[in-house]
């Protein structure tokens, strides 16, 4: 199973489904992977007790992002996903190639 590294802020969006995609520069994911959660802050980290499934994973740019992805990331405004995203990238251009991964919970 894979993991996918969430800063803690984003844990309880996750757990009540106001958070569903996450969007990084490169991913090794793919359709259908089965992955955990495990959430980091700084040197703490502490894995989701619920399993996840990858469900789509679509390619994008920065210049694209669109409201249903700022939402869908658990943020209420494109700016707000935008001045996040460039927390975690500083080296952000408009061409910026983007993927966001689509998740749920899986239940078995």
Same mark, same amino acid.
């Given at each position: 199973?894979?993991? /996918?590294?969430?800063?803690? +802020?984003?844990?309880?969006?996750?757990? &009540?489904?106001?958070?569903?995609?996450? +969007?990084?520069k490169?991913? $090794?994911l793919?359709?259908?992977? !089965?992955?955990? =959660?495990?959430?980091? *802050? &700084?040197?703490?980290?502490? #894995?989701?007790?619920?399993? #996840? =499934?990858?469900?789509? =994973?679509?390619?994008?740019? %920065?210049? #694209? /992002?669109? =409201?249903?992805? *700022?939402w869908?990331?658990g %943020?209420?405004?494109?700016?707000?996903?935008?001045?996040q995203?460039?927390?975690? #990238?500083?080296?952000l $251009?408009?061409?910026?190639? /983007?993927? +966001?991964?689509? %998740?749920?919970?899986? !239940? +078995?």
């Amino acid at each position: 199973m894979k993991t /996918l590294k969430m800063d803690t +802020i984003y844990m309880e969006k996750i757990k &009540g489904n106001k958070k569903t995609t996450t +969007i990084r520069k490169k991913t $090794d994911l793919e359709v259908g992977d !089965e992955i955990k =959660i495990l959430y980091v *802050a &700084g040197t703490v980290c502490c #894995y989701d007790e619920r399993d #996840y =499934i990858v469900t789509r =994973i679509t390619k994008t740019h %920065f210049k #694209y /992002l669109t =409201i249903d992805d *700022a939402w869908s990331d658990g %943020f209420d405004t494109v700016r707000e996903l935008v001045m996040q995203l460039q927390k975690y #990238y500083s080296d952000l $251009d408009y061409e910026t190639e /983007l993927y +966001i991964i689509e %998740f749920k919970e899986w !239940e +078995i």
